[in-house]
């Protein structure tokens, strides 16, 4: 029995419909969570400037402004769209697997759990990383700057920005989180045949220089910032061949066994 135009248009539609309602989901809890993050959107503000505030404790006219005035209220709304968007990652995550797991076989929905896991972990190894030791440290570099001024000379002022502060470390820890999916990414392309062990081992001096690259990119123009995260990508890259060595050497056995 042949099928019909309409036969064929129905799985496309039940799809769409999977889809539409996963959206859904998505949508809701992070619409859920913008609304709790605005309402702590100070608390939040407080812990994204704490950084700052701990470089220039003891300093008495240290502060922070805004220039324009609606820039307060977009950045708070900045803020929590932020914090929202890192709380329900786990939620997105969980409705993309949802969606896409019937059209894998048993031990490929086995094989994308750890990857699923994997994913927010990484990301907040590399935010924590990136708040707790690379921002003290990029900030202590950059109030250096300062002077006192003298006889000859206006003294050298930071007045931080509250807008373009909360900007520079929203993308730093986006930087960071992103960048420590490289594990995740290298062995999902070694699954798919992409990538081998061997392949990336012998790649490793183009890895160093593209890494760097990317530091330098991603990260404030100071030798600190670029270091910190160069080194870590480059450590998560040798775990990668590692990882990928394993993936490599199960898949010889399981062929050896069949």
């Known amino acids: 029995m042949s099928l019909t135009p309409e036969d064929d ?34 608390n939040i503000y407080a812990f994204l400037v704490k950084p700052y505030a701990n470089a220039v404790a003891g300093q008495a006219d240290k502060r922070m402004i805004y220039t324009a005035m609606h820039e307060a209220f977009v950045v708070e709304l900045k803020v929590a769209f932020f914090a929202a968007m890192m709380l329900t990652f786990p939620v997105i995550a969980v409705q993309i697997y949802k969606f896409v797991a019937p059209g894998l076989y048993k031990n490929e929905r086995r094989a994308f759990l750890p990857f699923l896991v994997a994913t927010p972990v990484l990301f907040a190894t590399g935010a924590a990383l990136v708040y707790y030791m690379v921002i003290p440290m990029a900030w202590q570099f950059f109030l250096g700057f300062e002077t006192t001024g003298g006889d000859s000379a206006l003294p050298i002022v930071l007045e931080a920005k509250v807008g373009e502060y909360l900007s520079l470390v929203m993308t730093l820890i986006f930087a960071f989180g992103l960048s420590f999916q490289l594990p995740v990414i290298l062995v999902l392309l070694a699954r798919v045949g992409f990538v081998t062990s061997q392949g990336l081992k012998e790649k490793r001096k183009y890895a160093i220089v593209l890494t760097f690259a990317a530091a330098a990119f991603l990260t404030p123009p100071d030798v600190i910032s670029q270091v910190a995260l160069g080194i870590p990508i480059l450590i998560l890259y040798e775990l990668s061949i590692l990882a990928i060595r394993m993936v490599e050497n199960k898949r010889k056995a399981e062929e050896e066994a069949v």
């Open 9 to 42: 248009k129905a799985p496309l539609i039940e799809h769409l419909i999977e889809l539409r309602g996963r959206l859904l989901k998505a949508a809701l809890a992070i619409i859920i969570a913008f609304a709790g993050c605005l309402y702590v959107a100070d």
